[in-house]
């Protein structure tokens, strides 16, 4: 069978750890044939970075804090040259404070934290990695990010972090719209709960892990591979006329309404 992405090169973001989805994205993209090139947020997460970029036999990687403005015109410096035909936004925070407290009661300084990495920064990403996305077959180009259910509807103890994803849905259907003539599709995934270290910030997440597999039409919680592998459909000839959309996998979590015990 061929690699889908054969010959492509592809940027994948916040790879933290094994555990993270951007891995599990890494990891199929490396599958499937690309060129990947990871970014690491700090000297602090570089070590770990140049481990699993060893263990997926990842050459390149770069620096990249979207909350610095210098370290964007970097990372489009340090891709001069590059035909990058993927970017893989995988980048959220919020304080663990304003995830524990009731919404009514976020900080400020949280909210804007929140909606600046979680949010505002896959514009950042698309204007640093605009000029080396420069797609000349029918494919195009494709920029995505991970998003979640709680952007659409209450999840409780989600929080702040549900206000910023909704952001970043809405983002991406404005950014697909700008950049769709220049062959540049851009969408959102919308991963079921899986258990990373970043969900562990979430109050009750495992009580999360643990009631949604009875309400799934699948009856199973989301594995990361399922979501790397719809990543790899978007960043493939296969995903050529899908853009502005946000996909599910979440095991059919999203089409379940109201549920009566048995």
């Known amino acids: 069978m061929p690699k889908l992405l054969e010959g492509k090169t592809a940027l994948v973001t916040g790879v933290a750890n094994k555990w993270s989805i951007a891995f599990a994205i890494a990891q199929a993209f490396v599958r499937e044939g690309a060129d990947v090139i990871l970014t690491y947020q700090s000297d602090r997460q570089k070590l770990t970075a140049e481990d699993l970029a060893q263990e997926l036999g990842i050459e390149?990687?770069?620096?990249?804090?979207?909350?610095h403005e210098s370290e964007l015109e970097q990372l489009t410096a340090s891709l001069k040259g590059t035909n990058l035909h993927a970017v893989a936004h995988c980048i959220a925070f919020a304080n663990r404070e304003d995830l524990a407290r009731p919404f009514s009661e976020t900080s400020r300084e949280g909210f804007l934290l929140a909606q600046e990495v979680s949010a505002f920064s896959?514009?950042?990403?698309?204007?640093?990695?605009?000029?080396?996305?420069?797609?000349a077959d029918q494919g195009g180009a494709?920029?995505?990010?991970?998003?979640?259910?709680?952007?659409?509807r209450v999840v409780q103890n989600y929080n702040v972090m549900g206000v910023a994803k909704a952001a970043l849905e809405s983002t991406v259907r404005y950014?697909?719209?700008?950049?769709g003539?220049?062959?540049?599709?851009?969408?959102?995934?919308?991963?079921?709960?899986?258990?990373?270290?970043?969900?562990?910030g979430i109050r009750n997440f495992t009580k999360v892990l643990e009631g949604t597999v009875n309400l799934n039409p699948l009856r199973r919680n989301t594995d990361p591979a399922e979501v790397a592998d719809t990543a790899v459909f978007l960043a493939s000839v296969l995903g050529r006329g899908v853009t502005g959309?946000?996909?599910?996998?979440?095991?059919?979590?999203?089409?379940?309404?109201?549920t009566l015990p048995d």
């Open 122 to 135: 896959l514009v950042a990403l698309a204007r640093a990695t605009r000029p080396a996305m420069n797609p």
């Open 245 to 258: 959309n946000v996909l599910y996998v979440d095991a059919g979590f999203q089409i379940m309404g109201l």
């Open 60 to 67: 390149r990687l770069l620096q990249c804090d979207v909350t």
């Open 181 to 200: 003539a220049s062959n540049i599709r851009v969408n959102a995934i919308s991963a079921g709960p899986i258990k990373t270290t970043s969900a562990r």
């Open 142 to 152: 494709s920029l995505m990010t991970l998003t979640y259910l709680g952007a659409v």
């Open 175 to 179: 950014l697909a719209a700008d950049l």
